[in-house]
């Protein structure tokens, strides 16, 4: 990462002659930043950061979609947070909603543990690819592929689509 | 979110008349400095705002705090724009090439942004007075001012979310925090009583329909402000005193200095492409 | 399960292809090295906020302006999104932001020299977005899941940096005279800045075979590098900009570039606390942090003052 500094090397290479060298006597110095004060005072760090609580932010796109997590973020509590959060995490794209979340508030599985997702037995039965090569022998007696269920869903995502396309323009 | 400016009734320009798709030629030169006033408040807040990118107290803070200023600069283009079509030069230009004697800002947005805590009250103060006179001005009798406050009202909502709930919690948090916040309002008070200082033809304007009166719009501010500042225990200043003369060119050695570093650049060759 | 075993578990996650997530077990030096390199990383977002924001106050013109603001804001940002990731590591972020102000924990070397120029943050915006682009999308394929989620989120924004960036570059390059020569003089000063960017050259790099072998640094300083070159120089070459560079030359069969290597001990002598702008950023983070420091203590009451009777 940039360089990765503070993995340096020991020997040092050649310089070349024709590098600029920055010891220009003059410097930009803006008027907001108050550096010439920083030069002369240079206080030290009294308190670096807050300490406050950490809060998980969840967005929502657009009404009719699932909150998704975006980041987290540092609050003294949830109206500043959810306040701190639109800026941070909503500046940019669609938002409607958002969702903050105390860290301490969420319970999640271990990670060791994910062998528990883990579907040993076969559980085609709940899937429905575990139910192709219906026919329609057992109702008609006779070699027919059976494409009921294709059918249904098949119209089931043509309105989807076209109720989308209403919504959303072309 | 219901109107956390007021609250109570806002005022609405007083008109019967029908809306103006042009405005009528008399009134133009008037118009146009009512319109420079609402472009250089935003301008001048937009640009102290951003001072505080990357310098602000806390992280999350210091962005939350940059769309503000992008949002006060936007405003300020719109405005810009408004006289644009009323036949000014580009927005770029009215900001970037004008002297201080021609700015009509009023004095509280072109002060030093000062620490956190008076930023944060002037753009309070500011946000307050802002919203009032955005929601008079959708009433506008003039479609295209109408139109545009209607649009900017939305973006207020968030800056008085975000004053209020930082207000509330820093007055009552520590005595280091409210004597920071009750010392910025003492000072920065004369100069925001003087956000209300009407520009020269204000009242043909006011009495054509296309704005509300400054002098109806203060006192409902002033109440919104004692109401909200008080609750969260600081004092607002009894004084009527304004500093005015903004409205006129009458300004500080502040925005001197501002433009200066604002405009720099630019000016250095106002023809070439930026 | 020992911790050999243990190991061998992670190493195999990693090797095929699978993320690391905060709760699960790493070696202790995975955990350190990716500490200081997230820190490191976020370090150099905030203070590269600090000579890019010097110039918000005298960009020229609205669109210049606020996209400046945008833009340093989304940096901020990034340093947002990074101390978080490294957070997740077990180090709170007050203790990484205490190590950059007293001088322990670095950042990116070029944020210490100056923008004293308007063209400066057209070359900071290009050449430097360019190369944390390359570096970012690079490290977005290492193996910590929080980095990882953040530097894609990163990435997608320094697009926009980039953009801004190059359009400045085109802006200076194809204006006036004396802007011309602004921004050549400006590309002759960033130049070697950027061509340390990536870091000392492959052959110095102590420990990079196990960075690599864990994710946590799926390219060299060098490959980096080259892909910087591969991808800047011909744009640089067209828009008729002249590379201090004299020896630069690309190998006909091999198609990389051959650099003059920069001066590494300026580079070291920068790291450590002596180059031409560090006790300025320096101090002047030190002071935002002192001036902020009244706010956060009045929302943090185990911190505040006490109350007067």
């Known amino acids: 990462m940039y360089g990765d500094p503070a993995d340096p090397g020991s020997e040092a290479l050649e310089a070349r002659p024709d590098m600029p060298s920055y010891t220009r006597d003059w410097r930009f110095d803006p008027y907001h930043q108050g550096l010439g004060f920083a030069r002369e005072h240079d206080p030290g760090a009294r308190h670096a950061d807050t300490e406050w609580t950490v809060y998980e932010v969840f967005q929502q796109d657009r009404r009719g979609e699932h909150h998704h997590h975006v980041g987290s973020l540092h609050a003294p509590d949830a109206e500043i947070a959810l306040v701190l959060a639109k800026e941070n995490f909503a500046r940019r794209g669609n938002c409607v909603n958002l969702w903050v979340v105390p860290v301490h508030c969420i319970h999640a599985t271990d990670y060791a543990d994910s062998d528990v997702f883990q579907h040993t037995t076969d559980r085609m039965y709940r899937e429905p690819g575990g139910f192709q090569g219906l026919r329609k022998d057992k109702i008609h007696g006779h070699a027919q592929r059976d494409d009921h269920v294709e059918g249904v869903l098949t119209t089931a995502e043509t309105e989807l689509n076209a109720s989308r396309h209403r919504r959303e323009g072309p | 979110m219901a109107n956390p400016a007021t609250g109570a009734a806002t005022v609405a320009p007083a008109t019967d008349r029908t809306a103006l798709d042009t405005p009528p030629p008399e009134l133009l030169g008037a118009l146009k400095r009512y319109l420079l006033a609402l472009a250089d408040d935003e301008m001048l807040l937009g640009h102290r705002d951003a001072e505080w990118t990357g310098l602000g107290p806390i992280l999350e803070e210091d962005i939350a705090f940059s769309s503000m200023a992008q949002d006060e600069l936007g405003h300020a283009k719109i405005w810009y724009g408004l006289r644009h079509e009323l036949g000014e030069p580009s927005p770029d230009r009215q900001a970037f090439l004008r002297d201080a004697p021609d700015w009509l800002n009023a004095r509280l947005l072109e002060l030093d942004r000062g620490d956190y805590a008076a930023s944060l009250v002037r753009q309070y103060l500011f946000d307050l007075a802002e919203l009032l006179r955005l929601e008079a001005l959708t009433g506008s009798a003039w479609k295209p001012l109408a139109d545009a406050a209607l649009k900017l009202r939305q973006e207020e909502k968030y800056h008085l979310l975000h004053g209020q709930a930082y207000l509330e919690r820093l007055a009552k948090g520590a005595d280091e925090a409210r004597d920071l916040l009750q010392a910025a309002l003492d000072r920065l008070w004369p100069y925001a009583l003087a956000i209300w200082e009407p520009v020269e033809g204000e009242a043909d304007l006011v009495a054509a329909g296309i704005v509300p009166a400054s002098a109806a719009l203060a006192p409902v501010w002033r109440a919104a402000v004692v109401t909200r500042f008080e609750r969260a225990g600081l004092t607002v200043p009894l004084s009527h005193d304004a500093v005015t003369g903004g409205r006129r060119g009458e300004h500080g050695p502040e925005l001197v200095t501002l433009l200066a570093a604002m405009q720099g650049l630019y000016r250095s060759d106002p023809e070439a492409d930026w | ?309």
């Not at chain 3, 243990?6 to 997530?21: M, N, P, S, T, V």
């Open chain 3, 1 to 309: 399960m020992t911790d050999e075993a243990r190991l061998a578990d992670f190493e195999a996650r990693i090797a095929r292809g699978e993320k690391i997530e905060p709760g699960d077990w790493m070696p202790e030096r995975y955990r350190s090295q990716l500490i200081r390199l997230i820190q490191q990383h976020a370090n150099s977002e905030l203070m590269g906020a600090l000579p890019e924001g010097q110039w918000i106050p005298y960009a020229p013109g609205f669109k210049r302006k606020m996209a400046l603001i945008a833009k340093v804001q989304d940096e901020v940002g990034h340093a947002q999104l990074l101390y978080r990731a490294a957070e997740t590591l077990g180090k709170p972020r007050h203790e990484m932001i205490e190590e950059l102000i007293n001088g322990s924990s670095k950042y990116s070397n070029v944020f210490n020299y100056p923008c004293d120029t308007w063209a400066d943050i057209a070359m900071v915006g290009w050449l430097i977005d360019g190369a944390a682009i390359v570096n970012q999308t690079i490290m977005q394929t290492g193996s910590y899941g929080p980095y990882g989620r953040a530097l894609r989120r990163i990435t997608y924004e320094e697009a926009f940096h980039l953009k801004q960036g190059y359009d400045l570059v085109v802006t200076l390059i194809t204006g006036t005279s004396a802007q011309r020569a602004m921004c050549q003089e400006a590309f002759s000063r960033w130049w070697w800045p950027t061509m340390m960017f990536f870091g000392p050259p492959d052959k110095q790099s102590v420990h990079t075979e196990v960075l690599q072998r864990w994710g946590i640094k799926p390219k060299t300083n060098d490959e980096q590098r080259q892909i910087w070159l591969q991808k800047f120089v011909p744009k640089i070459l067209e828009l008729g900009l002249e590379i201090p560079d004299t020896a630069l030359r690309r190998d006909a069969e091999s198609g990389e570039w051959h650099i003059t290597q920069p001066d590494w001990n300026e580079f070291f002598r920068v790291i450590n606390g002596d180059g031409p702008m560090n006790r300025e950023r320096l101090a002047l983070r030190r002071l935002i942090y002192d001036e902020g420091s009244w706010l956060r203590r009045a929302l943090e009451p185990h911190l505040a003052l006490p109350k007067a009777a």
